[in-house]
Structures are given as C-alpha cells and as structure tokens.
C-alpha cells in the first residue's frame, strides 16, 4: 500500500511560481516512477510529467515542457513539481501518482496509487 500527500497548491497571478510536493508513505518509494496529472474543471484529468526512479529522465507534455519541472529526493520520499511562467490554463487539481510500471509513461490507467490532489488556480 502507498500513501500519496499533495500540498503546495494555492493562488497565483499569470507569470508567477508553485512549487508542489508529493509525499509518499507505506512501502519503498525510491524504485517507482513516479508522475503529475492535472485536472481542470470540466476537462479529463492529463498527464503533466513523470520522472523515473533516480531522476535521471523525466517527461513532460507538450503544453509544460519548458516551464515546469519535475524532481524527487528519495531520501525523503517526495517527488516536486516546479512550475514557473504559470498560465491561467494551467488552473487545475494537481494529482501524483505512483506508476505500477518501471518505464516512464503518459497513460493514466497504468498510475496505480494517487493523492488526493491540491488545487492550483493562476489569475489573470
């Protein structure tokens, strides 16, 4: 069993920075990989990134790539979201994930485990 915790979320003006966390609990986390989706109101939840094991690769979709960023420190257990130029599309719940697979991967139906989420809203 694993336990995912968001925080970070809030209110943001266009142009401006978040930093999301995710922390998980209850089993080892370091060999997972791990991904961030986002779901705005009315829309279908999307992937937003995903990084690998040890942060050697990461992912991201067309839409962030560029502006935000993605990590993980194992030795905490959390992986972040950096998410910097933010756009008032970018206004949505933000959801980790841990992927019951070891390859990087956009598909929402192979995240097994996920947080409750936390809510990003970016003004204009």
């Known amino acids: 069993q694993v336990q995912l915790v968001e925080s970070g979320g809030g209110l943001v003006q266009a142009g401006g920075s978040l930093r999301l966390s995710c922390a998980a609990s209850?089993?080892?986390?370091?060999?997972?990989?791990m991904g961030w989706f986002r779901q705005a109101p009315g829309k279908e939840r999307e992937f937003v990134a995903a990084?690998?094991?040890?942060?050697?690769?990461?992912y991201y979709s067309n839409s962030v790539k560029g502006r935000f960023t993605i990590s993980r420190d194992n030795a905490k257990n959390t992986v972040y979201l950096q998410m910097s130029s933010l756009k008032p599309e970018d206004t949505a719940t933000y959801y980790c994930a841990r992927s019951r697979t070891s390859r990087i991967i956009v598909l929402e139906r192979e995240y097994d485990y996920w947080g409750q989420g936390t809510q990003v809203t970016v003004s204009s």
């Open positions: 209850g089993r080892a986390f370091n060999t997972d990989v």
């Open positions: 990084i690998n094991w040890n942060g050697a690769n990461t």
